[in-house]
């Protein structure tokens, strides 16, 4: 039978599949134009329960580490975009970008080459944030990785940790702490012994990096711990890194019955080579402020020394107990965070620790599955605002020093209603109450600001044979602002003793989305290619949009009041071609974001908003004959990026196509050893830029991408 799988199948987790209960008859009305195939085949009534997934060939999967088959199977079950990302199968897992390249729908612009704090973007959600810290729910383990207020530092994250990597896009987000425009992104750890490894790599501008982890199997118990320490001098000037993770987990098994605790400890410190003028960049694109003629300018990268360092500790634990047929899940965690963030004119100093708890409940009636969901998070920190020194970069004259309070609590509902054999309706309704409040120590001026909201989703999912899938879904999203929205400052002027900062009143960026598409195989056989197209178009109402300076430094946030409109194409493809040699194979992969982002009334009426790609595509093919891969790949930006909301001519960031190439070598059982190069034309590009309302060509806009580089390691599997 051709049927979906259940919400609540062999592998339950704390996130299953949602939807929504407004406009039916929005996603009826385009499943049937997509699918062209008639009326439904069967009533609700003549459809039995589905069958139990038995999921194999995941030796060590687990019900709170589900592995790929089951977790492709939860997917399956979602009315829209989604990824399933396996890490461990890249050449090269250094970087954020090295986990998510290649995939539809992921927009990763890196800043600075390193181990630095990359722009994340998924349909425009955040897309102006500096630093990047807002737009999507970050997970760990299934549990929120964000604070409570939805800001996070990316950098914490560790691809080499993780045996997949599970994307919802958008409001397919299964989480019922995950409301925004973006999604989410589940990083899911290794476990156990299927990630004993002892690696080394190293390659241009001085990277460095050495991984050991080692784990044990003992019957009902496993354990693992992965040690990581990754240097890096940098391509720019003024742009060295320096990072180390440590993570562990434990975990104990009985009959309907798993427990897992996690640790990790994440230290980052990561110069800034801040931004320049398109001038700068084409002249010399390793230069920053401070060199050549403008070593007596007042923002002097060398002098101001804008960096972040960043450390979180965080534990967590999650239990599961049941049956498919009704289970239970629930999970803690506790993490604290000390960040830095310094740009040349402020260095904002934040501590404090954050606390959450979620459980599920989730079971089968007939030819229904169903779910129910809470969550409940909540941070206490403190964030100081100093001005920067601008001789030797020291902190001098604090200007704001706020004890902030943020908590949200959340519950959800959903379903999935087998209709028919091939026909299942999804939803769910995810209900919020999220709490922003914020306290001036020295003043004692204060802002409170809380926003109850419910973010909806129904879907449809048709799936005419077991390789093919399509869907429709409508949907709403919510996103409150975070402390980086909320606090302002006013260091345009550069005048330490005239700095304040303030606090701002923002109102809830909400989105109405229509989401259409599908995955699946082309054709049959041994070589048929796999396929994802999904079509989105959202209405966005009050969308938060954080602009700079002339300068390049934060200026504040707003609601834009005229409206605004987010669509897009994400496509992705991927397969082998027979080639020659005995068994031998070209393996092929290519996404394509298309983002269409714009003003739909107010003062930009018409113009594009700034910050993300208008094409983005990315491509390798690869020769594969025993454990030799080989082959090119290329990032191709196609067309040129706004960096203003006025669409200021001769300011945008110009299209670029980077190629690169890789060579991967399995050598028998436990060796592997690769070479990559990157950029090897050496063209000069931007690889990401700061976004204001408007701009000049004199102003500092643009972050120089990586020149030619080479990276090179080896690595031991017990």
Known sequence: MNRLPPFSSTFSSTEEPSMSVQHAHTPLALALALTAAGPIPALAQEVTSLTPITVSGDAQATPLNPGVQAERARLDGVAGGTNLIEPQKETRLVTLKDA????????????????????????????????????????QDGLPLNEADGSFVIGFLEPRNARLVSVRRGANALSPSATTLGGELDFQSLTGTDGDVLRVEGGSFGRLGAQAAKGFRRGSLDGRLSVTHDKYDGYR????????????????????????????????????????????????????????????????????NPHRTSRQFRAANRTYWGTEDLNNTFGVYAQSIDDTFQDPLVATVTDGMTYGAQWQFAGKYRAIDYRVALDWSRSDMNRDLYAVNPQNGSKLRR???????????????????????????????????????????????????????????LGLIWQPAEDQRFFVNVSRSNEAPTYWEIIT??????????????????????????????????????????????????????????????????????????????QGIELGLNGSLPAPGTGAAFDYRVAYTFSDFRFKGGEYAGNRIAGVPRHLVSAEILYRIGGLRFGPNVRWMPSSTETNH???PNTRQDSYALLGFKVDYQIGKHWQAYVQGDNLTNEAYASAFVIRNTGTTAMPTFLPGNGRSVTAGVSYRF
């Open 100 to 139: 998510l390249d290649y995939q539809p729908g992921l927009v990763v612009q890196e800043f600075f080459g390193g181990l630095d704090q990359p722009r994340l973007n998924i349909r425009g959600s955040g897309i102006q944030s500096n630093p990047v810290n807002r737009g999507v729910l970050l997970m």
């Open 399 to 457: 200007f704001g020093a706020y004890d902030l309070q943020a908590e949200n609590r959340n519950a959800l509902l959903g379903f999935a209603w087998h209709v028919a054999q091939q026909w299942t309706v999804v939803g769910d309704a995810k209900f919020t109450q999220a709490i922003r409040d914020a306290r001036e120590r020295g003043s004692g001026k204060s802002l409170e600001q809380d926003w109850s909201y419910v973010s909806p989703k």
């Open 237 to 304: 000037h003024h742009s060295g890194s320096d990072r180390t993770s440590v993570h562990g987990n434990f975990g104990v098994q009985g009959d309907g019955f798993e427990n897992r605790t996690y640790l990790s400890y994440v230290d980052l410190d990561v110069d800034i080579p801040f931004v320049v003028t398109r001038a700068q960049m084409e002249d010399d694109p390793t230069d920053v402020i401070g060199d050549g003629n403008t070593a007596n300018h007042p923002l002097n990268v060398y002098k101001r």
């Open 646 to 648: 006025t669409n200021t």
């Open 489 to 566: 400052n006013n260091a345009a002027a550069n005048n330490a003793p005239t700095m304040t900062s303030d606090l701002s009143t923002l109102k809830l960026q909400r989105a109405d989305t229509v989401e259409i598409g599908g995955a699946g195989l082309l054709g049959s056989g041994r070589y048929a290619p796999h396929w994802a197209l999904t079509l989105y178009h959202s209405d966005v109402k009050d969308e938060l949009m954080s602009v700079s300076t002339a300068n390049g430094t934060a200026a504040g946030t707003y609601n834009y009041r005229g409206g605004t409109r987010h």
